[in-house]
């Protein structure tokens, strides 16, 4: 599975990168990249940092 950021919701405040640092960090503008695929063992993690994203930025698709 993939976590995709909408970049127009994404307000690049980060405080996904400070949630889940294994799957997510900031490039130069405060957005959020996505390191990794979401194994099984990353999917309460992904889904944590979906329901914490202020502006519902964040989805889980399955590739
Ligand atoms: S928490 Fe949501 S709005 Fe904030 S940087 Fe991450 S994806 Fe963007």
New binding site residues.
């Given amino acids: 599975m993939r976590l995709v950021?909408n970049p127009i919701a994404?307000?690049?405040?980060?405080?996904?990168a400070e949630l889940a640092p294994e799957l997510i960090h900031l490039d130069e503008w405060g957005y959020?990249v996505i390191n990794r695929e979401v194994t099984r063992g990353l999917i309460p993690l992904a889904q944590e940092v979906i329901s914490a994203?202020?502006?519902r930025?964040?989805s889980l698709r399955d590739d």
Avoid: H
């Fill in positions: 950021v994404c307000d690049a405040f980060g405080y996904c959020p994203c202020p502006r930025a964040l």
